[in-house]
């Protein structure tokens, strides 16, 4: 299928396939799945080879991302034609966003959810701290792992200094980063939640339990460390720390509406994108899966005019007349898209899908 140049609106019925094409066009780019980790479940039932290939191009050019996984094989990826890394396709891979109804933990589930999406944003925004998370997890673990030694009398308490000072660098800069990505979505989410209709006060507050300075993190860790010790973990750090999305003075987690829900993630979303676009990256590719449903027509309205004022999206929606009419809108029916596809491979012996 060719994507329109702004919104294309696929619609179908329950099971016609609208979440495996999201799915499909994550994968090309991602070669990883926004709905299982588990890659087996993307093998066609009875087959043994997923593969996506979509096509991008930028002022003229075309780059070809083909993306596979076979249970034998394994992930595979190619950058036209030739097998290639992340890193050797970065450079001509659109950043893609994803909505779909699962990712609603985001605004609902607990703050571990909401400190790794805010993380994997640090890591786009900026690539030279994309390590940092992982960084912090290790050096934890290394720290909890020596807490247990010490617990059981296997190590002596003062092995805790070094590691003590190497969480709280490592941590402030974790926590730095994530302080810096808050203020700069900060106002382009109060701006999305006007443009999307989610009325009253809105806000994104960013909550460093342990503050983003080393020497307040290594004292405070020093403090607990007896307290860490007896619970063989490390109770206190900038791994506790809260995102929050506030709407009149409440958290939207446990008292926004569904629909409210829904419009702070998609604000969250759009802050996002416009941070990137600020940064001088390509405007991300928006694929929203069954988005419609839970908003009411005048705020499903807005979010067309929003998704129609730059870049590229694919939307699903389970009925047509749930995608308001605009120009910006490429309408596209899925039983029409299988139908067409089902001819081509019958024609085509040697089409792959
Ligand atoms: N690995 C697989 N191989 C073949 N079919 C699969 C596989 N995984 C799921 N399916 C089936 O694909 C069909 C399409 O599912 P999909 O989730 O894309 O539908 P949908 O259009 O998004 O429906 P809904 O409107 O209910 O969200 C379903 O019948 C599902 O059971
Ligand atoms: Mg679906």
């Given at each position: 299928m060719d994507l329109g140049e702004n919104v294309t609106a696929v619609h179908g019925p329950n099971g016609s396939g609208k979440t495996n094409l999201t799915e499909a066009l994550y994968f090309a780019f991602t070669s990883r799945s926004f709905r299982t980790?588990?890659?087996?479940?993307?093998?066609?039932?009875?087959?043994n080879l997923a593969r996506v290939r979509v096509g991008v191009t930028d002022d003229d050019v075309t780059h070809e991302f083909m993306c596979s996984y076979g249970r034998e094989e394994g992930s595979r990826s190619f950058l036209d034609g030739a097998p290639a890394s992340r890193e050797d396709s970065s450079p001509f891979r659109p950043a893609i966003t994803v909505f779909s109804p699962d990712r609603l933990e985001i605004v609902k589930g607990p703050p571990a959810v909401r400190r790794s999406h805010l993380d994997a944003f640090v890591a786009a925004r900026w690539p030279s701290r994309s390590g940092l998370r992982s960084e912090f997890g290790r050096s934890l673990a290394q720290r909890n792992a020596l807490l247990s030694a010490v617990a059981e009398g296997?190590?002596?308490?003062?092995?805790?200094d070094t590691w003590d000072l190497q969480l709280a660098t490592i941590g402030a800069k974790l926590a730095s980063a994530r302080q810096e990505a808050v203020s700069e979505l900060t106002p382009a989410y109060r701006k999305a939640t006007l443009d999307l209709g989610l009325e009253g006060e809105n806000d994104l507050i960013y909550r460093a339990s342990a503050g983003v300075e080393a020497s307040s993190i290594a004292a405070g860790l020093g403090e607990r460390r007896d307290t860490d010790i007896a619970a063989r973990?490390?109770?206190?750090?900038?791994?506790?720390?809260e995102l929050r999305l506030e709407h009149d003075g409440r958290q939207l987690r446990r008292f926004g509406s569904q629909g409210q829900q829904r419009l702070g993630l998609l604000s969250l979303m759009f802050a996002e994108r416009l941070a990137l676009v600020g940064a001088g990256r390509p405007v991300p590719l928006m694929v929203l899966d069954d988005?419609?449903?839970?908003?009411d027509s005048s705020r499903r309205e807005r979010l067309v005019e929003l998704l129609g004022t730059g870049g590229q999206s694919l939307i699903t929606a389970?009925?047509?007349?749930?995608i308001p009419d605009s120009p910006a809108v490429t309408r596209v029916s899925m039983l029409e898209l299988l139908d067409a596809a089902s001819r081509k491979g019958s024609d085509d012996p040697k089409a792959d899908g």
């Open positions: 980790t588990d890659r087996r479940d993307l093998v066609p039932f009875g087959g296997s190590s002596s308490p003062g092995q805790l973990r490390t109770t206190w750090g900038p791994h506790h720390d988005v419609m449903s839970e908003l389970a009925e047509g007349s749930l």
